[in-house]
């Protein structure tokens, strides 16, 4: 197995991640890479998608303690159910 994703560097942002997500999704999706390629991509890919979702829950978690308990269900009012 190449040592790749062991020595990649960890991503800078979420944006920067997910490009990198989508850029080896592509490559996989292909179907030319080698065997090898293919799992530390699959295995960097997972590193990544971690990574992500982290930063996800970070986010949510600072979205919630600046809302404290101002933060209510989504309901759609009869008036705009018309609009649509």
């Known amino acids: 197995?190449?040592?790749k994703s062991a020595t990649a560097a960890a991503p800078t942002s979420f944006?920067?991640?997910l490009a990198e997500l989508e850029q080896l999704?592509?490559?996989?999706?292909a179907?030319?890479?080698?065997?090898?390629?293919s799992v530390a991509a699959y295995q960097r890919g997972?590193?990544?998608?971690?990574?992500c979702a982290a930063q996800l829950d970070k986010v949510?978690?600072?979205?919630?303690a600046l809302e404290g308990d101002m933060l209510k269900?989504?309901?759609?009012?009869?008036a705009d159910e018309d609009e649509v």
Do not use: H
């Open 1 to 3: 197995m190449t040592k």
């Open 15 to 17: 944006e920067q991640a």
């Open 25 to 29: 999704v592509a490559q996989m999706e």
């Open 31 to 37: 179907g030319e890479l080698p065997l090898e390629t």
């Open 46 to 51: 997972s590193e990544l998608v971690k990574y």
């Open 60 to 64: 949510e978690n600072q979205v919630k």
């Open 73 to 78: 269900p989504f309901a759609v009012d009869a």
